[in-house]
């Protein structure tokens, strides 16, 4: 049984890693949803203030650049309440 899960979980991260390959533009709205929650607990953001650009460089590695506008940060002293 330990076996077979092995399988099941090698297929399911080889599908997530392959459909984030072959389908960029819903890797790239997942991530930048995840962005947004993320940067939501430090500042007021809308998914249209929001950019991020994922590159491949020469050597293989991946480089994100990720863009935000605000006209409100959220209150350093509510943020301390969450540790």
């Known amino acids: 049984m330990k076996k077979q899960n092995e399988l099941i979980r090698e297929r399911l991260q080889h599908t997530l890693i392959t459909g984030r390959l072959t389908e960029p533009d819903i ?4 991530l930048k949803s995840d962005l ?11 998914r249209e203030s929001l ?16 863009k935000a506008r605000t006209s409100r940060l959220i209150d350093p002293g509510k943020m301390a ?3």
């Open 51 to 66: 950019s991020a650009e994922l590159c491949a460089a020469e050597n293989g590695e991946y480089e994100l650049t990720v």
């Open 36 to 46: 947004i929650t993320l940067l939501s607990d430090y500042m007021s953001l809308e």
């Open 81 to 83: 309440q969450w540790d």
């Open 27 to 30: 890797f790239m709205t997942a």
